[in-house]
């Protein structure tokens, strides 16, 4: 474990839109190192919990010490499958509910969505439960498989669409989907669709990002299929085009007609031709004395995988638009404010770091 050692970025230059350059506003600071570690969640106490693909769950306290919580459930461990998300229930102070995804199963498996009771003392995950199961099962790539909870009190899961492409457009399927449930699983009341009774949105290929802003709106981001990822504004109902439309282009080359071909499905508010592989997404809200935000408040932060980057998209109501790119010279896999006001970086990979940003100088 590695604390308190600021280490300066590598790579510390933003590119911005006229061609001039500045340099990166932080530093970061090492934390602690994971085993492909693939999300992360603040604890309101300080401290962090940290999911490991291969289906680990681990406890970082606010010194930096990390240990395992056992009771986490038996994953697929292959590819772009395995533990994904892990979120804490909106009454977590009271009720220590953890929620976690992961997908397990023949064929491919199924995204499942659970909870259980975190008992930090006994380094526990007290009685999982499975709350919802994807059906049917099966597919290739990544379950999206993201937790928001709603100020309507309700559980927004992202579901991807295990690079199938048409089952995003089925209601009688859960890939390619946002879904809107209670707190249990059940779906929830209200939701569009009466034939599909989870299912709040559909035609999306990964949504890979979940976030509500501070104005109660819900914005996601997905992959595109080579180029043309993208960050929607959530509406109850919308069809958001996958795969009949999209910006970027199959993996073969061949084109796929854009959104401007279709004006009853949803276009992405920013759209990123070449790809970012957008991963974890924050809105910043909040600041401490010290902490690397301020500038920040009200902003998307995301991270990106193939880009190698943190991003900050700026909010305007219901208009979004990219206006920083820091070169992190290494993969981000999600991004969380911690409950000291700074902003945390996951590092993606078979050594990834939990990074703190500071103020540069």
């Known amino acids: 474990m590695i604390k308190h050692l600021l280490v300066p970025l590598t790579l510390s230059w933003l590119v911005l839109a006229g061609g001039a350059a500045a340099q990166t506003p932080f530093e970061f600071e090492p934390v602690a190192r994971f085993e492909r570690p693939w999300a992360v969640a603040a604890l309101p106490q300080g401290g962090f919990l940290v999911a490991e693909q291969a289906g680990r769950l681990r406890h970082v306290a606010a010194d930096g010490e990390v240990s395992d919580i056992e009771g986490a459930p038996a994953v697929t461990d292959a590819g772009q499958v395995g533990l ?8 977590f102070a009271s009720s220590s509910m953890v929620y976690l995804t992961w997908v397990d199963g023949q064929g491919g498996g199924a ?7 975190l008992d930090l003392e006994r380094g526990l995950l007290d009685g999982l439960e499975v709350l919802w199961q994807a059906t049917p099962s099966g597919g290739n790539g990544h379950p999206g498989a993201i937790i928001a909870f709603g100020p309507d009190g309700y559980l927004y899961l992202s579901s991807g669409d295990r690079q199938l492409g048409a089952p995003a457009q089925d209601l009688a399927d859960h890939r390619g989907k946002i879904l809107r449930l209670n707190a249990d699983g059940a779906p929830a009341a209200g939701n569009p669709f009466p034939e599909a009774p989870t299912i709040w949105t559909y035609g999306h290929r990964n949504p890979y990002g979940l976030i509500f802003d501070q104005d109660g709106r819900l914005w ?4 595109g299929p080579r180029g043309g990822d993208e960050l929607n504004l959530i509406v109850a109902g919308q069809n958001y085009g996958w795969p009949a439309v999209s910006e970027g282009r199959r993996y073969s080359g061949l084109p796929i007609p ?4 279709r004006p009853d499905v949803a276009a992405p508010k920013v759209a990123w031709v070449p790809s970012i592989a957008p991963s974890g997404m924050i809105i910043v809200t909040g600041s401490v004395e010290g902490a690397a935000v301020a ?3 009200g902003s998307l932060l995301l991270g990106g995988l193939g880009s190698q980057a943190l991003i900050r998209v700026e909010l305007d109501g219901t208009r979004a638009r990219e206006v920083a790119r820091w070169d992190m010279g290494r993969r981000i896999r999600d991004v969380v404010q911690g409950a000291d006001g700074h902003v945390y970086l996951l590092e993606d990979g078979a050594d990834g770091q939990l990074m703190r940003l500071r103020p540069q100088g």
């Open 84 to 91: 994904h998300d892990v979120a804490l229930a909106p009454d």
């Open 111 to 117: 995204l499942h969505l659970g909870r259980g009771r």
């Open 220 to 223: 996601s981001h997905e992959m």
């Open 258 to 261: 854009d959104h401007a071909t």
């Open 295 to 297: 500038p920040w408040q």
